[in-house]
């Protein structure tokens, strides 16, 4: 089992950034995936940002240019750097955590309890 903890959320102004952060302990496998999915007001839940235990990322078009992901293996935590930050960027971040196997099939997502980020005009 893997027990995920968010930080970093919060209100900023638009153009404003924030830096969230997850932290994952348990039962950490060789290969995984960790990212940021988020669900605004009305509208279903999305990808974001991940990124592999090899160090691969993927971002959402939407972010791409604005936000980072990036992970500190060594505290098993995955960060995401959000600048230029618009409206349309407010939502509940949920960081996710996938084991991935070999195959490319998956086991057992585990997901944070969600950091709230609103963007103000």
């Known amino acids: 089992q893997v027990q995920l903890v968010e930080s970093g959320g919060g209100l900023v102004l638009t153009g404003g950034s924030l830096r969230l952060a997850c932290a994952a302990s348990?039962?950490?496998?060789?290969?995984?995936?960790m990212g940021w999915f988020r669900q605004g007001p009305g509208k279903q839940r999305e990808l974001v940002a991940t990124?592999?235990?090899?160090?691969?990322?993927d971002y959402a078009d939407v972010v791409k240019g604005r936000f980072a992901i990036s992970r500190d293996n060594a505290k098993n935590t995955v960060y995401l750097q959000m600048n230029s930050l618009k409206p349309e960027d407010t939502a509940v971040y949920y960081c996710?955590?996938?084991?991935?196997?070999?195959?490319?099939?998956?086991?057992?997502?585990?997901w944070g309890q969600g950091t709230q980020v609103t963007v103000s005009s």
């Open positions: 348990g039962s950490i496998g060789s290969m995984h995936r």
């Open positions: 990124i592999t235990s090899g160090g691969l990322t």
């Open positions: 996710n955590f996938r084991r991935v196997l070999p195959t490319g099939a998956y086991l057992n997502d585990y």
